[in-house]
């Protein structure tokens, strides 16, 4: 139902939509993964293990932002959604995750310098009709408790993929290095973590919470469970 899907973890999400998600946005989000381990030439069994630390690290980060509520809404900022996302930070994903998908898809190379990504956007967006929420989110139309938990996890990885800096710990996240999680979450997603009272013990907390869950779940179950189309 409704309401037990907007508090659900990660993890059972996950089991949740196994045999059942397949379709548009778990084929965007594996293609951007597909990206990401070419850009950093993760191959073979090492695959495995990256889509299962990168599970991981949503499952922390949405247990930390939102106590697994897809819907949380903060009422002081404009931070809403299972990772807390602002406003301006929806718009921003979102555009990531269409310039992720023209690169992915070898859409008009010609624009691959750094002063061309935003014609190469634009151009994207006219000429390949990509999914509707996802333009819809590039302009603001919608905040982030309006999307699915699938649509929020494209727009949270995709962020991070494209954000510059972020090779340096995402190399590290994928291979389950806790403290390279751990300088993410406060340098480029909280990035304010001593403003608020208790969110670095929190954190910490999660964090080996989330561990412990997938430790104690079985080499085999995760592995179906992150298996991609790709």
């Known amino acids: 139902d409704t309401k037990s899907i907007a508090h659900e973890s990660f993890g059972e999400r996950a ?19 597909k990206r ?19 599970n991981l690290f949503n499952e922390a980060i949405v247990l930390a932002e939102s106590t697994n509520n897809w819907k949380a809404d903060n009422k002081e900022t404009t931070a809403s959604g ?6 301006d930070t929806v718009k921003s994903a979102a555009n990531n995750t269409l310039y992720g998908l023209a690169v992915s898809e070898k859409f008009r190379p010609d624009l691959s310098g750094k002063d061309q990504q ?15 929420w996802l333009i819809d989110a590039s302009e603001g139309k919608y905040r982030g408790l309006d999307f ?18 972020s090779d340096k710990y995402i190399k590290r996240i994928l291979k389950g290095d806790q403290k390279a999680m751990t300088e993410y979450y406060y340098k480029m997603h909280h ?15 999660d964090l080996n919470t989330t ?20």
């Open 15 to 33: 089991r949740r939509l196994v045999f059942t998600e397949g379709g548009e946005v778990r084929s965007l989000r594996d293609k951007l993964r």
């Open 36 to 54: 990401l381990f070419e850009r950093l030439e993760i191959e073979g069994q090492n695959k495995v293990s990256a889509r299962r630390f990168l």
């Open 82 to 87: 299972g990772y807390q996302f602002t406003d």
């Open 118 to 132: 935003s014609e190469r956007l634009v151009a994207y967006k006219k000429e390949r009709n990509p999914p509707k």
């Open 148 to 165: 699915t938990p699938e649509q929020q996890q494209v727009l949270f990885e995709s962020h991070m993929f494209e954000r510059e800096g």
């Open 191 to 205: 990035t304010n973590p001593k403003s608020q009272p208790n969110t670095i013990e929190n954190w910490e907390s």
């Open 211 to 230: 561990f412990k869950a997938y430790k104690d779940m079985s080499l085999k179950q995760m592995t179906r469970e992150t298996q991609p189309t790709f």
